[in-house]
């Protein structure tokens, strides 16, 4: 057996000639650029995730860096996250001139350690952005009650948990915005780059539209200052058609997590803690040993493709080498990096290929 992490030909459902033919269709006549199909996705995925709009972007990074922008946040401000995220999250933080200001991870649930937020917001602080990471969403009711508190905006890194929810509402609708990615490794997945923010303020949602838009306001009125980054129309055509699907793939990835945890559950490994409130998405099913690297390079043997996200916390990396963190300054982040490993979870995978993962990890311990 061989095990992969993504089947994209899975994801387009049995009957996608309709789909072919639309994106014939577009290619032929030119319908590339802010055409009636980004407008119908993006109505449709922020219903989806019950907010009031959605703004497309290139990226999930762009995303990020629009959120900013529209907040006026920049030179001179700090914006706090975690040392456990994508290097997406602290370089939009840093290409809008804003400091980045880290806090651990959490042992447990390898979200954002909420007991170390508050020491860290100054009177500069202007944005906290959690990061739903694995598809998990962060304590937002602990989150929600310091940035009112201290009167500083949330901006939630949703790229990896379109559809999470907690007591049922959903991720992305808790802050000022929330910015998703449409790359293809996520749940929602374009063929190419894409991304959306999402937003209850119509006054933001405004300002997002004109400042993706090189600050246009109609055409050749520019307003205010802007960059260009939109959803491409092909990719807005290609997620329309596939998130009908979504609701039914973060079900299935429940039902696979439920048996991975089952299954091994007898086994030195930890598991990202779940909680009775929450909704999780499993963009990736992260499981956590100190015999990660023989582990990985045991089923690497067996043809199971795993992964490690993230391998070198964001304030170890060359990157930010000049921000001035130090080894062991976030040693929860440093230890996670070393014994985390993303079991391949895909919504198509057969009771056979989990059980095939599980035994071969039983085997291996
Ligand atoms: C993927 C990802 C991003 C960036 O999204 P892109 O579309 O690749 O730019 C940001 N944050 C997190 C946590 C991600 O996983």
């Given at each position: 057996m061989k095990i992969t992490r993504y089947a994209y030909s899975k994801q387009f459902g049995i009957d996608h000639d309709i789909l072919f033919e639309d994106l014939r269709r577009m290619i032929l006549n030119g319908d590339y650029v802010l055409t009636k199909e980004v407008t119908v996705f993006l109505n449709n995925f922020s219903n989806f995730i019950q907010a009031g709009f959605a703004c497309g972007t290139n990226s999930g990074t762009d995303a990020l860096i629009l959120a900013m922008k529209v907040l006026n946040i920049g030179p001179g401000d700090e914006v706090i996250t975690q040392a456990n995220t994508f290097n997406a999250t602290v370089a939009a933080i840093k290409f809008v001139g804003a400091t980045p200001v880290l806090v651990d991870a959490d042992e447990n649930t390898f979200l954002m350690n909420v007991a170390q937020i508050e020491e860290n917001i100054s009177s500069r602080c202007k944005a906290i952005i959690?990061?739903?990471?694995?598809?998990?969403?962060?304590?937002?009711?602990?989150?929600?009650?310091?940035?009112?508190?201290?009167?500083?905006?949330?901006?939630?890194?949703?790229?990896?948990?379109?559809?999470?929810?907690?007591?049922?509402k959903n991720v992305g609708t808790f802050g000022k915005i929330g910015c998703y990615s449409f790359h293809p490794s996520k749940n929602l997945a374009a063929a190419g780059d894409g991304g959306c923010i999402v937003t209850n303020?119509?006054?933001?949602?405004?300002?997002?539209?004109?400042?993706?838009?090189?600050g246009q306001k109609g055409q050749n009125n520019h307003v205010v200052m802007g960059f260009n980054s939109k959803l491409d129309a092909l990719q807005a055509r290609i997620l329309d058609w596939k998130l009908p699907f979504l609701s039914g793939w973060n079900i299935a990835r429940n039902?696979?997590?439920?048996?991975?945890?089952?299954?091994?559950?007898?086994?030195?490994?930890?598991?990202?803690?779940?909680?009775?409130?929450?909704?999780?998405?499993?963009?990736?099913?992260t499981i956590r040993t100190e015999k990660r690297n023989e582990l990985q390079e045991f089923l690497k043997v067996k043809n199971i493709d795993t992964i490690v996200r993230y391998p070198?916390?964001?304030?170890?990396?060359?990157?930010f080498e000049k921000e001035g963190?130090?080894?062991?300054?976030?040693?929860?982040?440093?230890?996670?990096?070393?014994?985390?490993?993303?079991?391949?979870?895909?919504?198509?995978?057969?009771?056979?290929?989990i059980d095939y993962v599980c035994d071969n990890v039983k085997h291996f311990f």
């Open positions: 959690p990061v739903h990471l694995y598809g998990k969403p962060s304590p937002m009711e602990q989150i929600t009650e310091l940035a009112s508190k201290h009167n500083i905006y949330i901006i939630e890194d949703c790229a990896q948990a379109h559809g999470s929810k907690l007591n049922g303020d119509a006054e933001l949602f405004e300002k997002c539209q004109q400042v993706s838009s090189l039902q696979i997590a439920d048996r991975y945890y089952k299954q091994l559950s007898q086994l030195p490994i930890k598991f990202q803690q779940r909680a009775s409130n929450e909704f999780h998405t499993y963009h990736l099913l070198t916390p964001i304030h170890l990396q060359k990157a963190w130090k080894k062991n300054q976030f040693p929860v982040a440093e230890k996670l990096a070393n014994e985390l490993l993303c079991l391949p979870i895909r919504p198509d995978m057969s009771t056979d290929e």
